[in-house]
Structures are given as C-alpha cells and as structure tokens.
C-alpha cells in the first residue's frame, strides 16, 4: 500500500516490477535468449514515452505508405514481454518489436547482433502524469490512489515498469557504453517540436530516404488528433470508457497536476535521480 492505502498489483522480476496480467512469465523467463533477426527494428521506451506514436511512425516509414484503418498494426500484439518469442517466428521481416523494458532485460542478440533500436524518452513530468491516469484508468491494476501517492509510489519504483530513472539512466548508459549498437534516440518532446526533422531522422535511420512530401503525410496521419479519431475507439478503454493510449498528447499537461510542492519536491528528486545524465529533458515547449 502507498501512504493514501492504496494498493497495486505487482509482478516483481529480476528487481523491477511488471503490473498487467499481460505480462508472459514464458516470455519473461526467456528474454535473454529472444532470438532477434539482423533486420529487426526493436522500440524501447518507458510507459507513457510515446511508444505507439513512434511505433505508428515506424510501419509507415517500413511500408512505404500511409495505411488504411485496417491496415493499421496494433502495437500491443507485438510487445516481447507478452508474449513468447515463438510467437513473432513466423513474421516476415523486417519485424517491427516494442517493449518497455530496462537496458540490462533485453535479448542478448540485440548487440551481438546490432539490431536497430530506437529509443524514445519524455520529460519525467508529463510521464508522471500521464502514467498516473494509466494506472488508475486500467481495471487490472485495481489502483485508486491519489496523485501525490502515485506519484511518491512511481518514484519508489513501485508501479508497473519499475523506477523511471533507473530504466532511462540505465539506457543513457547502455547507448553511450556500446556506440556499435546503431541507436535512433528521441525524446517525445523533440518529436513535437521538430516533427519533420525527426521523422526524416528516423526514416534516414530505417535506412530509407523518401521526399519531404512523403515524410509530411507521416507527420499528418500520426498527428495525435487524426490518430485518436482513427484508433481512439477501436483501441482499449480506461474505467471511464476513454481511449487509454489517446489521452491529452501535450507537452506540460503536468502544469495542471502537480502542486506547487509536489514540482519542488519533484525537481529535487530528478536532480537527485538524474544526477550525471547528459540527457535534455523538456517541461515545456
Ligand atoms: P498523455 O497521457 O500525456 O496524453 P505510450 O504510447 O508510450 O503509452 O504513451 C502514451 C502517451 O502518448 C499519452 O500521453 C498519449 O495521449 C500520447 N500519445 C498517443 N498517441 C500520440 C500521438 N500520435 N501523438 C502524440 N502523443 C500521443
């Protein structure tokens, strides 16, 4: 229980935590040994970092066009921990792999076999936000704290995925430890921010070089609107009957949440936490 006696259902593995049934002990058990192919492209990103922004990104850039609805991929069918690598055998390549966790967690093949990577971070703010409605959102995780509890308990780790600055200091480390390891980095922020310039960047990374023009209508279809009105009501609903993955999309939602102390105290913990990582994190646009 949290200081507000709450509690959450967690799955402790390896000194981290997982908090959703979804998660496959078969596939947890095996991870190290999740045979990837040379082509793969595995996204990694902490909850709430925009994974299935850049997930959406990536099958554009790989198909070489923009989708129809049903031609849109589903994220969470694809997530390493969920489900056995077994089940990703028969895909053709190049696969296209996501999962939430940590550095030290991932298959031994993706440096022995350079395996793309794409890595994508958000300012700790708007995660802690954001992850606060995931978690008292989704029904399995059986969690009604407030806030502040939440956000005492997410910095103690003690929430799905773990601590947020162990997984992202963990790969700030990892990245700049194995330069051979060919890694596209982004933050969540700069893809708002500059979002053709990133999504060229990424495409170049992908190996691709499509026209401007082509790389707009990306930015366009997985602009957050067009995509929650295309997704939002196919895709998996909070308690409240919303779209969990398609909430606000902004950047400095935290400015409506956070208390004036709960962001003094916050700040001191990221300084704290963060201490020595040369990563840019922005609260605001
Ligand atoms: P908010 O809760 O702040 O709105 P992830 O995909 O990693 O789980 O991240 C979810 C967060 O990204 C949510 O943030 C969600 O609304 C936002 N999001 C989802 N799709 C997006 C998109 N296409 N563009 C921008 N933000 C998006």
Not at 65 to 71: F, H, L, R, T
Not at 115 to 141: C, E, L, P, Q
Not at 217 to 244: L, Y
Request: proline share 5%.
């Amino acid at each position: 229980p949290d200081e507000s006696g709450h509690m959450m259902t967690l799955i402790p593995f390896k000194g981290h935590y997982f908090g959703s049934p979804q998660f496959n002990e078969e596939a947890l058990l095996n991870m190290d040994e999740f045979p990837l192919r040379e082509d793969d492209i595995v996204l990694c990103s902490y909850p709430k970092s925009g994974c299935h922004w850049v997930w959406d990104i990536i099958h554009i850039l790989v198909a070489g066009k923009i989708p129809s609805d049903e031609e849109i991929i589903d994220k969470e069918a694809f997530m390493m921990e969920w489900q056995p690598s077994i089940s990703y055998d028969s895909l053709p390549s190049p696969r296209v792999l996501n999962n939430h966790m940590t550095f030290n967690m991932q298959p031994r093949d993706l440096l022995a076999k350079k395996v793309k990577t794409v890595f994508i971070y958000r300012n700790f703010k708007d995660v802690a936000v954001s992850f606060y409605h995931h978690h008292t959102g989704i029904h399995d995780y059986e969690y009604n704290g407030d806030f502040g509890s939440h956000l005492k308990r997410w910095v103690a780790g003690l929430t799905d995925s773990g601590s947020p600055f162990i997984y992202t200091q963990g790969w700030e480390k990892a990245i700049a430890d194995h330069p051979e390891l060919p890694v596209f980095m982004s933050s969540y922020e700069d893809l708002k921010e500059s979002n053709l310039e990133e999504v060229r960047r990424l495409s170049q990374f992908l190996g691709f070089s499509y026209p401007d023009d082509f790389l707009k209508q990306v930015c366009d279809i997985t602009d957050f609107s067009t995509m929650k009105a295309r997704k939002g009501d196919k895709s998996f609903k909070n308690k409240q009957g919303q779209p969990v993955m398609y909430r606000k999309g902004q950047v400095g939602d935290w400015k409506n949440e956070f208390t004036v102390a709960q962001n003094e105290w916050f700040d001191e913990v990221i300084e704290r936490e963060m201490a020595g990582s040369k990563l840019t994190f922005k609260y605001t646009l």
